[in-house]
Each structure stands twice: as C-alpha cells, then as structure tokens.
C-alpha cells in the first residue's frame, strides 16, 4: 500500500480529508493518506512540496501557479473548491483605522512571502487603484503572529479567509474593514513530479474517494454542526459559509489557469506566463 503525505490548511475547507481518512476510506481503497497541517498557509507549502516533504497539497491556486512558473516541479491535479476565496480585510479592534481607504501605504501582515496573504494584498491594491509599488509587508508566519503584529502596530492590516478569522472579529481581537474574494478557483490539489511519477494510481485512487466524498458533503444530515463543533466557529456563520463555498471533482480549466497568469503577470507577480501543460497533469 502506498503512503500519500498531503499538506493542508486547519481549515474547515478540508474536513472531508479528515472524514476520510478517520473512517479509512482511503485505506479501503488501497492508499494510505496522511495529513500534515501547515498553518503557515500556501508558502510553506510550496515550499514543503519543493524538498519532497509532502508529496500534495490543498493549496491556493494562485500560489501553486506561482511557484510552479518559479520552478516548483509540481503540478495541479484537480480543483479542490471552486468558489472564490473571501479574504477578510482585518485591523485590530482598537486601530484607527474604519475604511478600506485609510489603509493605503500602511504595512500588510502576511505569512511569508509567495503566501496567499502576500499575494492577494497585491490583488486588492489593483482594485483599488493603489500604486503596488508602494506596497509594504510584515511576514508574521501565522494567524497568531498577525494578531500580535497589528496589536503592536508592527502591521497595520492582514488578509485571511473571512470566516476562519470571524471569531477573532467576534471576540474583538480584529475589526473587519472589507472583503475581497478571489476572481478564481480558491483551492487546488497539487502534487510534486515524484509523486505525480511513482504514485499516479495511488493519486487517482485518493481522489476518487476524496471527491466521493465531497459531491453531497453539503447535503449530508448535521454537516453544519459537525463543522461548527470542530471548528469553533458559530453555526449561522457555517450555515453562511456553506451557501457560498462549492466543492469541485474536476481538473481546473486551461480559461482559469490563464486567468490566474495573466492577474499575476499584470501584477508583475510572475516574468512570463507559461504553457497550461506544465502547470496541469491529468492523472
């Protein structure tokens, strides 16, 4: 039986891996899944797929587009959620700061560079006709890092998903200035070359069940509050969640994987764009 490492957010994006892999759906199959959590986000896991510590990851799609143009020998083999991201825009409670306006020239917290946070500062400065130019970043590692450093006033703003930081905005650690969705699939499955070469039936079994999984997830009795009790987060905000977030059981589109180039190339994110063949393996 070969053993698939597959890296992901602590998100309730990705409890269907967990459903499957604690009632050994994957293992009936013939394909040990493991889960390594990267609470870092998207940087740290392409980094992670880069030296072979995981061999796939639920990752940003942005991100992995990115670092696969910059040399990261992996591949996208499947959407994972097909609905756009809603990245919350936070300051802290007690910040000056009450529009998304007061915040231009200040300091965006961000998990490391080539992290979604990084990348999608630039995609609000574009749609609000800021100079990205004069953008300017406080690598903070992770959501408790962004909390002391917009307490501190080391940053003064940080993006991530809105609903995973609603609680911290409902206990007035952070105050929600906007939101600003991703004009994209949020999340794909990548996998590395290695995998992709010496694991390919093992991949595509996991994905069969994966996406067995997810085709009804929505509709399955009390999936709202199984979310809302592992998650912490209250069940009128899962309920909200659920209406906007769509699981997909597709490959990207070669239209999305261009869309995405051509947002990071006009945001001088990327050098050039490069063929959908070397970012997509149908498996």
């Known amino acids: 039986m070969k053993k698939i490492i597959v890296g992901g957010v602590p998100e309730h994006f990705n409890l269907p891996w967990h ?26 896991m392409c980094k992670a797929l880069r030296a072979g510590e995981i061999d796939a990851a639920v990752i940003l799609t942005e991100g992995i587009i990115r670092d696969i143009i ?14 756009p991201l809603i990245w919350g825009i936070h300051v802290d409670a007690a910040s000056p700061y009450k529009n998304i306006q007061d915040l231009k020239n200040t300091k965006a917290a961000i998990s490391r560079m080539g992290s979604g ?27 408790d890092g962004a909390i002391e450093a917009l307490k501190n006033d080391d940053a003064q703003y940080f993006m991530w998903e809105h609903f995973t930081t609603k609680p911290l905005v409902d206990n007035k650690t952070f105050r929600l200035i906007a939101d600003c969705p991703t004009p994209w699939p949020c999340f794909v499955i990548a996998a590395n070359e290695e995998a992709l070469n010496s694991k390919t039936e093992s991949l ?17 009795k009390n999936i709202d509050v199984e979310l809302s009790e592992r998650y912490g987060q209250k069940l ?48």
């Open 117 to 143: 946070s990084h990348l999608m500062a630039y995609v609000n400065a574009k749609h609000l006709n800021w100079n990205i130019n004069d953008l300017k970043f406080e690598i903070i590692n992770n959501l």
């Open 19 to 44: 459903r499957c892999i604690e009632k050994n759906k994957f293992q009936e199959e013939g394909v040990e899944v493991t889960w390594k959590e990267f609470p870092e986000g998207t940087g740290a």
């Open 204 to 220: 595509h079994k996991m994905l069969s069940v994966l996406n067995e999984e997810t085709k009804d997830l929505k509709v399955q």
């Open 70 to 83: 910059n040399g990261n020998k992996s591949k996208i083999i499947q959407t994972y959620i097909a609905s």
């Open 236 to 283: 009128e905000d899962i309920r909200k969640w659920l209406d906007l977030t769509r699981w997909s059981q597709e490959q990207i589109s070669e239209e999305d994987v261009t869309e995405v180039q051509e947002q990071l190339l006009d945001l001088d994110l990327i050098e050039e764009k490069i063929s959908s063949e070397k970012i997509i393996a149908n498996i």
